[in-house]
């Protein structure tokens, strides 16, 4: 299967903790083998019993599976409740976009919010109102490419956090992890001159809507007056570029229909750290399309050393031009258009 070939390179990277030499009791399962379990959990959006049962009658002995045994059926809930498997599960979604990188070069970013449900409730008893009860929310941040409509960046937050914020961090993830967009979509909510300021200091340009009553007072940020008059006096044109953020609406749907709306998990790590497998499972799924749609090698024990037809029927036995590393090679050169959606 692909997606567990894809998903075990990505994970070839991981570094095992240290063990203290002469540590009581059995050796524990390798960090690489939770990862897997407990993204596997995720993708087949069932109960921890029922992945078990359904993981067993892939891998196991003799079953030619990627892991030679399944172990308890608890691994996956154990791993998302650890703190520090969110370090890991991000840089795992930014090592599974990485392999995009030169479709996107030159493109159009876009950032939104979305929440998933949980299913813990608050609970609001007093004397004077009567009792309500309202699930809670988790709250997902995304940076993704308007191109190929993986997520480049992400930051996972409770129901209250704020939107604007989240930008200027993001931005920079992308940027350091090798991404040359040429151009930001974003609502009105991440609308500031700080935002504007960042975006000039990278060399990109924005289309963020200005709200209303907003001056176009520079104080500072030349971009955040040029922004401003564009917006106010070429607005169709403006327009025309900023429905490129309808992109990652659909990036928010795609993933809430392949992955769930709901969150399983109980306490706050977790459903966090399930909240990422989840856009991780969703990026694996868009860097297989990717393979067969742009001719792209991500290096993947078992995937043809060579560029996918770009159309069915078309020859293609060009080889990539860079070796590929335990996180993925970069693309080779495609045939598809990279015009902007």
């Known amino acids: 299967m692909l997606f567990d070939e894809l998903l075990w390179d990505l994970l070839g990277a991981v570094n095992e903790p240290a063990r203290p030499v002469g540590a009581p009791g059995r050796k524990p399962l390798p960090l690489r083998t939770l990862s897997f379990l407990a993204v596997k959990k995720v993708h087949y959006g069932q109960s921890c019993r029922r992945v078990n049962g359904l993981m067993r009658t892939v891998h196991g002995p003799g079953r030619g599976g990627t892991l030679p045994s399944v172990p308890n059926y608890a691994v996956p809930s154990r791993f998302f409740n650890r703190e520090d498997a969110g370090d890991l599960l991000l840089r795992l979604i930014e090592a599974s976009a990485r392999p995009l990188a030169e479709l996107e070069d030159g493109g159009t970013i876009a950032i939104d919010s979305t929440g998933f449900c949980t299913t813990c409730m608050g609970a609001y008893c007093t004397e004077k109102h009567d009792p309500s009860r309202r699930h809670r929310w988790v709250k997902a941040h995304l940076i993704i490419g308007t191109r190929t409509h993986a997520v480049l960046a992400v930051a996972v937050t409770d129901e209250h956090g704020a939107d604007s914020p989240q930008l200027i961090p993001l931005l920079r993830n992308v940027v350091e992890a090798g991404f040359k967009p040429s151009a930001l979509v974003a609502d009105k ?91 991780l499972t969703y990026n694996i799924r868009v860097l297989i399309h990717e393979i067969h749609e742009n001719g792209i090698d991500p290096g993947v024990a078992g995937t043809p050393r060579r560029a996918f037809p770009a159309t069915p029927g078309e020859a293609s036995g060009t080889s990539p031009d860079t070796a590929c590393d335990s996180l993925g090679a970069p693309v080779t050169e495609s045939k598809v258009s990279t015009a902007e959606p």
């Not at 907003?214 to 955040?224: L, N, R, V």
């Not at 607005?235 to 969150?263: C, M």
């Open 189 to 279: 909510s991440y609308q500031s001159r700080a935002a504007y300021a960042e975006l000039a200091r990278l060399g990109m340009d924005g289309y963020i809507p200005f709200r209303l009553g907003s001056t176009g007072q520079m104080k500072g940020t030349p971009m955040y007056r040029r922004k401003w008059l564009e917006f106010t006096l070429t607005r169709e044109e403006f327009d025309s570029k900023y429905h490129r953020r309808s992109n990652v609406e659909s990036v928010n749907s795609a993933i809430k229909r392949t992955g769930g709306e709901f969150l399983l998990s109980k306490n706050p790590v977790a459903q966090f750290n399930e909240t990422l497998a989840k856009i």
